[in-house]
């Protein structure tokens, strides 16, 4: 018990000398990325099989980006993979919409939309740019290995990404050297075709969040309203039914 306090006490003395240490968070996000892609490269058997990083496509549905970071191209299928640079503990199912990020020992949580169901949307896109029924599956790396709390068959740790690769992929028909090569150039097409750049995304992403803090329906622009239903309060677009975009209170 004692212990635990002297921890918290010691944790909070260095936490500002920690933050003032840690990498920003774009580069710590970039240095996780490369660790990801270097483990796919070393898995891929040249010249077919080949890993596109850094994928921004556009939703024709919605209009927005997506910034897809690795899609590896091997004859178990194409893998959409979104790697996550979290630290402390992160806690989420397949179930679950939104995780939970618990640092400091329990004194700061942050909540976060799945990064299954973010990536699901990124599958969906390469799905659709692929047009031929290649198998296309979602993963979710890790890049800290901090896993114990998720429970997902899509979620992995670096080191099991060739074994996660194979158990997604189990009994399923390889792909030939020639779909290989044509997923591949179908990928470069569509890589930077609707002409919105990583910077370009990421301030959109920002102006998202900004409108979500004030209020205001990121899918629609109308203004977000307190709603009170089955499984309790929720804020939700005043454009509904036509826009049913909804944000859970914290
Ligand atoms: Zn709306």
């Not at 306090?5 to 920690?18: A, E, T, Y």
């Not at 659709?128 to 998720?150: M, T």
Request: hydrophobic share 35%.
């Amino acid at each position: 018990m004692r212990r635990g306090i002297f921890r918290k006490l010691l944790s909070n003395l260095f936490s500002p000398v920690r933050k003032a240490l840690a990498p920003p968070p774009d580069e710590k996000g970039a240095r996780g990325e490369n660790k990801i892609a270097g483990i796919l490269r070393s898995y891929c058997k040249p010249p077919h099989e080949r890993v596109v990083n850094d994928v921004i496509l556009m939703d024709t549905q919605t209009g927005r980006s997506s910034q897809i970071d690795h899609i590896l191209i091997c004859a178990r299928g194409v893998f959409v993979i979104e790697t996550k640079n979290y630290s402390g503990m992160v806690c989420g199912s397949d179930r679950q919409r939104e995780w939970t990020q618990v640092l400091a020992y329990g004194n700061t949580k942050h909540r976060f939309l799945s990064p299954v169901v973010q990536n699901a949307t990124h599958v969906r896109l390469v799905r659709h740019i692929l047009q031929e029924k290649f198998p296309v599956y979602g993963l979710v790396v890790f890049a800290q290995g901090n896993i114990e709390h998720i429970q997902s068959a899509c979620v992995c740790a670096p080191y099991s990404v060739p074994e996660r690769i194979c158990t997604l992929s189990a009994g399923k028909a390889a792909l030939t050297a020639a779909e290989l090569d044509k997923i591949h150039s179908r990928i470069l097409l569509h890589k930077n075709s609707y002409g919105v750049t990583k910077q370009e995304h990421m301030a959109h992403i920002r102006k998202l969040q900004q409108d979500l803090s004030s209020g205001i329906c990121p899918r629609c622009g109308k203004p977000l309203a307190l709603r009170h239903g089955k499984y309790g309060s929720f804020y939700g677009c005043s454009a509904y039914p036509k826009c049913k975009f909804t944000k859970p209170v914290r």
